[in-house]
């Protein structure tokens, strides 16, 4: 069963760090771009940072400066590193991926999502 994981989130003060973790597994011939996002109570989800396959990456502009994500094609995992954390950085973080699954003969691209860790940054 083709899944991703996050992990990693938890409380912590405003002005703290906080590291999410992305681990995709099962039946996987190749990753494409990887994402998080994030949805704050009442609120739309909204894209936080997005990391390609060459490495190149996009960060939404209230997270640039502070925020890293990184990813390792050998273990098909991605990471978040959070620094100078705000309070309105609260919100579920989810975890997306663009996995190249096995379909028969062929292959397939199809969009993963994880199922989310809370991220809770008290003033």
């Known amino acids: 069963q083709v899944q991703l994981v996050e992990s990693g989130g938890g409380l912590v003060q405003a002005g703290g760090s906080l590291r999410l973790s992305c681990t995709a597994s099962g039946s996987i011939f190749s990753i494409n771009a990887m994402k998080w996002y994030r949805q704050a109570p009442g609120k739309q989800r909204e894209l936080v940072a997005g990391?390609?396959?060459?490495?190149?990456?996009n960060y939404a502009d209230s997270v640039k400066g502070r925020f890293t994500i990184s990813r390792d094609n050998n273990k098909n995992t991605m990471s978040l590193q959070m620094n100078s954390l705000k309070p309105e950085d609260t919100a579920v973080y989810y975890c997306?991926?663009?996995?190249?699954?096995?379909?028969?003969?062929?292959?397939?691209?199809?969009?993963?999502w994880g199922q989310g860790t809370q991220v809770t940054v008290s003033s």
């Open positions: 990391i390609n396959t060459d490495g190149s990456t």
């Open positions: 997306n991926a663009d996995l190249k699954i096995p379909n028969g003969s062929f292959y397939v691209i199809r969009r993963y």
